[in-house]
T-cell receptor
Framework: NAGVTQTPKFQVLKTGQSMTLQCAQDMNHNSMYWYRQDPGMGLRLIYYSASEGTTDKGEVPNGYNVSRLNKREFSLRLESAAPSQTSVYFC?????????????FGPGTRLTVT | DQQVKQNSPSLSVQEGRISILNCDYTNSMFDYFLWYKKYPAEGPTFLISISSIKDKNEDGRFTVFLNKSAKHLSLHIVPSQPGDSAVYFCAASAGTNAGKSTFGDGTTLTVKP
């Protein structure tokens, strides 16, 4: 039982390049999330998917797109990377409908855009 | 407008003493609150939660208190251990979107041996 896995762990991009961050969970969770964490700040929600086939914008969606490929997988795409997107990206998953709503996080992807 | 605030960026306590981490929120629709713990280079891990129908929830050394009228919650760790040194995030959720949480900026706890 791997929980939430993310690839890659580290990535360096040049401004304007594109890339896709991959996330998968094996806990049969309906909901999945993408966050970014900048130094000294909390987790800010980029996009989330309440269930397979649905996606919604979070607090900071600009410059990103997502795909909920199936129940297990939720990918985040940067079409044209900018230095402001240098951050640590976390994927998470959770049950829907309670009784508890804690999220399970992956280990993160550290992205640097030069 | 930050809806979940952790006003203390850092806290240092002696091993064996109590650690108290605080969190304030502004959105009265929040009805489920969680604490997460994060070690460097790892993802956050769930620690403890509380529903708005309760004012206290306890799990071993960890207790969360909720004061709805003050829109304030706190996490108590007793006794504190060096392994508790980490960043602690407070998070809040609302109603049917309970899985979707808003996070505070975190408090870095250092427990000195």
């Amino acid at each position: 039982n791997a929980g939430v896995t993310q690839t890659p762990k580290f990535q360096v991009l040049k401004t304007g390049q594109s890339m896709t961050l991959q996330c998968a969970q094996d806990m049969n969770h309906n909901s999945m999330y993408w966050y970014r964490q900048d130094p000294g700040m909390g987790l800010r929600l980029i996009y989330y998917s309440a269930s397979e086939g649905t996606t919604d914008k979070g607090e900071v969606p600009n410059g990103y797109n997502v795909s909920r490929l199936n129940k297990r997988e939720f990918s985040l795409r940067l079409e044209s990377a900018a230095p402001s997107q240098t951050s640590v990206y976390f994927c998470a998953s959770s049950r829907t409908g309670g009784p508890s709503y804690e999220q399970y996080f992956g280990p993160g992807t550290r992205l640097t855009v030069t | 407008d930050q809806q979940v605030k952790q006003n203390s960026p850092s806290l240092s306590v002696q091993e064996g003493r109590i650690s108290i981490l605080n969190c304030d929120y502004t959105n009265s629709m929040f009805d489920y609150f969680l604490w997460y713990k994060k070690y460097p280079a790892e993802g956050p891990t769930f620690l403890i939660s509380i529903s708005s129908i309760k004012d206290k929830n306890e799990d071993g050394r960890f207790t969360v208190f909720l004061n709805k009228s003050a829109k304030h919650l706190s996490l108590h760790i007793v006794p504190s251990q060096p392994g508790d040194s980490a960043v602690y995030f407070c998070a809040a959720s609302a109603g049917t979107n309970a899985g979707k949480s808003t996070f505070g900026d975190g408090t870095t706890l250092t427990v000195k041996p």
